[in-house]
């Protein structure tokens, strides 16, 4: 039994019952919002395990909700919304999204996206083993395997892919990850970025031009899958 407690912010009645519906037949708790304001006072008086966050809500923009809740709330919030542009998307992200789908979507989709978030809100990164698939990271002794031979990554190298696979199912937009590799002065240096990202896919995957773990969301950044 997952027993997970999801808020779902939403005006559209129908969505709210079919995100209910197809939640709790997957054993997870769900609270139900349709304005922002009611959301945040749910999220307050009993902070959930996750929120599902609709943008166009009819007292205040999602983004703005967004903003508000991650003062203080440091779980996943996945966006649900109509809007897909490129604009919208790494607008949502860099305000602290932990994920973005457009409507309508796939149910079997957001089940996925939901349990991979969840599972890294329960995982405890600063001491933990972390392993997916053939590889492996130690964030303790900061060492990665491959099939359970060391890789030897610059520490560049190393701090990307563990961002990567602390992140696991995270998009993350070029912004973001140039800001916490590099530093301010480097979030415009998109090329920068891809650089490294290249060298890194060289030395995990096995087809480097086909890669299962470091994925890219054009437009936006990468997704450790």
Same mark, same amino acid.
């Given at each position: 039994? =997952?027993?997970?407690?999801?808020?779902?912010?939403?005006?559209?009645?129908?969505?709210?019952?079919?995100?209910?519906?197809?939640?709790?037949? =997957?054993?997870?708790?769900?609270?139900?919002?349709?304005?922002?304001?009611?959301?945040?006072?749910?999220?307050?008086?009993?902070?959930?395990?996750?929120?599902?966050?609709?943008?166009?809500?009819?007292?205040?923009?999602?983004?703005?909700?967004?903003?508000?809740?991650?003062?203080?709330? =440091?779980? +996943?919030?996945? /966006?649900?919304?109509?809007? =897909?542009?490129?604009?919208?998307? $790494?607008? +949502?992200?860099?305000?602290?999204?932990?994920?973005?789908?457009?409507?309508?979507?796939?149910?079997?989709?957001?089940? +996925?996206?939901?349990?991979?978030?969840?599972?890294?809100?329960?995982?405890?990164?600063?001491?933990?083993?972390?392993?997916?698939?053939?590889?492996? /990271?130690?964030? !303790?002794?900061?060492?990665?395997?491959?099939?359970?031979?060391?890789?030897?990554?610059?520490?560049?190298?190393?701090?990307?892919? +563990?961002?990567?696979?602390?992140?696991?199912?995270?998009?993350?937009?070029?912004?973001?990850?140039?800001?916490?590799?590099?530093?301010?002065?480097?979030?415009?240096?998109?090329?920068?970025?891809? $650089?490294?990202?290249?060298?890194?896919?060289?030395?995990?995957?096995?087809?480097?031009?086909?890669?299962?773990?470091?994925?890219?969301?054009? !437009?936006?950044?990468?997704?450790?899958?």
């Amino acid at each position: 039994m =997952n027993k997970a407690e999801i808020l779902v912010i939403d005006d559209e009645a129908p969505i709210r019952k079919l995100l209910e519906i197809t939640l709790e037949s =997957n054993d997870y708790k769900v609270w139900l919002a349709e304005t922002g304001k009611e959301g945040i006072l749910m999220a307050v008086n009993h902070p959930p395990e996750l929120i599902l966050l609709d943008i166009g809500l009819p007292d205040k923009s999602g983004h703005e909700i967004l903003k508000e809740l991650r003062t203080w709330y =440091n779980k +996943a919030i996945i /966006i649900l919304s109509v809007q =897909n542009s490129e604009g919208d998307i $790494v607008k +949502a992200l860099d305000n602290g999204a932990t994920d973005y789908l457009t409507k309508p979507f796939r149910s079997a989709e957001l089940l +996925a996206r939901i349990r991979s978030v969840i599972r890294r809100n329960q995982t405890n990164d600063d001491c933990s083993i972390f392993t997916c698939r053939d590889l492996q /990271i130690d964030f !303790g002794a900061r060492i990665i395997k491959r099939n359970d031979e060391m890789l030897k990554l610059t520490a560049t190298e190393y701090n990307l892919l +563990a961002l990567f696979m602390k992140n696991e199912g995270r998009v993350l937009t070029h912004q973001y990850i140039l800001k916490e590799i590099w530093g301010n002065s480097y979030q415009t240096e998109t090329q920068y970025l891809r $650089v490294f990202v290249g060298t890194l896919r060289k030395k995990i995957e096995e087809n480097p031009n086909q890669p299962k773990y470091i994925i890219t969301e054009s !437009g936006v950044g990468y997704r450790f899958s």
